[in-house]
């Protein structure tokens, strides 16, 4: 009897013991994504991309486990984001915060980062303002500014001299807009027209109209990744706007890696810039395919926003091994981020350490078919572009 | 029973209030679930005791984040004053708005107030100049409380503050429904033609509600703001009025705490199922939403009363 008491307290201990040491061995990272509602595919892109890194790399480094806690911010609410980013916090005791794929969101969390000297690692949000909101944000995606600003350049530089711009009338439309506008102009081109189209609008018929008329050479488009760029294409064929010598030139969120099956052949022959194309030619990146397809299942492509969660979970590894044994520290982590050079599936990328902003290499691309399946084809790249927008 | 309803009432105040011990770890998601309620508390005057039935709600509510943000961004930090300040201006926009939603039938009253709701988010996303467009607005920095209590990370000076605002304003609205005023209005929603037969000014009744309710409502929507210490178009978004709907009906229109029970319940199922199933709880809370409207015809509130076998104080049928 008293034997199987000794036994059961012993037990106790043991577990009770064994707890506590794991508590001490595990690194937790908070990850707020959009993983239902209209932007649901930003977050199920982020989480497959992170779930992909842990399954190559190991769900533990230096020793320790890295638990990944997910939680939905169900779209653009920052409200929803700031509670979770306090819950998470507080009660999970995360070391990082992760995620984030719309600006609203971020910058609602990022005073709490700041408070409690957490590294805040910014997966997607793409506009210039989120790093200057606090000294513990570092983002490994892009800004739109940043993959906007070589494509004036390179239409400019490539016989392109009259544009028509048509962007979605909101904030990254409006970044991606200028940033383009700056560039082109400043290389010697002329824009012909612009229009901002409703942010809810999917009926281009009557802006393709105009865009006809105004005989430009080329028409730059930014619209949200989703149906919008789809119906555009459409739009665009149906109109002969192709016969009529017009092409279209946008930023990679037009053709992105995982809709750009959907759009068929009409978007043949358009030329963006982008940081990622699923066809980029490296080991990392097959790597990084194949890991997602095993993670999300062949039928989920991958895109940009996978390969920004994918980079972030590789900046969360890596500052953990620099970090050592002890608990993790804001600072030290910072450091260890600050300057960072990863191999990613996207070639590679830094972290500026002034900034902590992503520096990477833009290509351009142009969509074309390879093997019955389309895709985006690098074939020129311009190296090291930082944020113009700061 | 009135008496027992006292009891019960006082109760329910008093467990709230019992939060900072009770649910300690959860202050920040109870201050957004008291934000809601009263934001639901807002509609039940205008949909549970006018009967107005409306879908652009969240433009009051709107009119008052964005104010409480506005101000708190251009060094007006100060709490109290700020939210004072909110809720005026969205009983403002209120009366502008209420001769046009007054008038006409409930048809016609879902297609303005859409309508109205739809225009100032567009409005607020077009002057992104101002607003800060998608994005939201930046800078917004509010003081601490009376200058002393910082809103910490725990959420506890954010709860007690947004607990004591909801209190206020619930016994302002109690009083409001149970004056005579509030019994015209049960009048109005039951029969307008013969209450206008008898010589009660129904369309004064309405506006004075209607402006009453969206002060209200813009005051739950400055807390939301101070309290988060940002303001995204997403407070204006259609969504948000649909949902007011669906807590309000969940937790029973016309019983006041309907809207607080609604917004709990509506909440908290919302948050257990996406974090135990970020991808597919909708699903739950969707079928979970279909059934207790169906087992409880008038929401959950008079699902309880049924079951207690209490007298309905309410005048006639939800509309």
Known sequence: MSGRLWGALALAVAVIAATGAAAQDVVKVGMIAEMSGPFAETGRQMVNGAKAYQKVYGESVGGRKVELIVRDSTGPAPEVAKRLAQELLVNDKVDFLAGFGLTPNALAVAPLATETRKPMIVMNAATSVITLKSPYI?????????????LGTWAARNG???????????????????????TFVAGGGEI???????????????????IKDARPQAVFIFLPVGEQPVAFMKGFAERELDKAGIRVIATGDVTEDGQLEAMGETPLGVVTTHHYSAAHDSAQNRTFLKAFAEVAGPDFKPNFMAVGAWDGMAAIYESIRRNGSGPIDGDRALAALKGLKLDSPRGPIMIDPETRDVVQTVYVRRVQ?????????????IANVKDPGK | MRVRGLWLEAAFWLVLAAGF????????????????????????????YAGILSLGHAAYFGVGAYSAGLLAA???GEPISGLIAAGLLAALAGLITSPLVVRGTDLTRLMITTGLGLLLFELANRLGAITGGVDGLQGVEVQ???????????????????????????????RL???PFGLSLRGIRGNPARMRAIGCRVDLHLAAVYTFSAACAGVAGALLTQTTQFVGLDVLSFGRSAELLVMLIVGGAGLLYGGFIGAAVFMIAHHYLSSLDPVYWQFWLGAGLVLIVLVGRDGILGLGHRVLGVRRRRAGPAP
């Open chain 1, 138 to 150: 570092v983002r490994v995606s892009f800004t739109l500014a940043q993959v906007a600003a070589p």
């Open chain 1, 160 to 182: 392109i001299g009259k544009v028509y711009t048509l962007v979605a009338d909101y904030g990254p439309g409006i970044d991606a807009e200028t940033a383009f506008k700056k």
């Open chain 1, 192 to 210: 012909v027209g612009e229009v901002r189209t409703p942010l809810r609008n999917v009926e281009f018929a009557p802006y393709l109209q105009r």
């Open chain 1, 369 to 381: 078919k390879r093997g019955g399946r389309v895709f985006n084809v690098e074939f020129e790249q």
């Open chain 2, 21 to 48: 011990v009770l649910w300690p770890s959860r202050l920040p998601l109870a201050s957004q679930v008291l934000i809601a309620g009263l934001f639901a508390l807002s509609y039940d005057l205008i949909l549970g």
């Open chain 2, 74 to 76: 251009h060094g007006w």
């Open chain 2, 144 to 174: 601490p409380l009376f200058g002393a209590l910082r809103f910490d990370i725990y959420g506890r000076t954010a709860y007690g503050y947004v607990l004591a605002v909801v209190f206020v304003l619930f016994l302002a609205a109690r």
């Open chain 2, 177 to 179: 429904v149970r004056s």
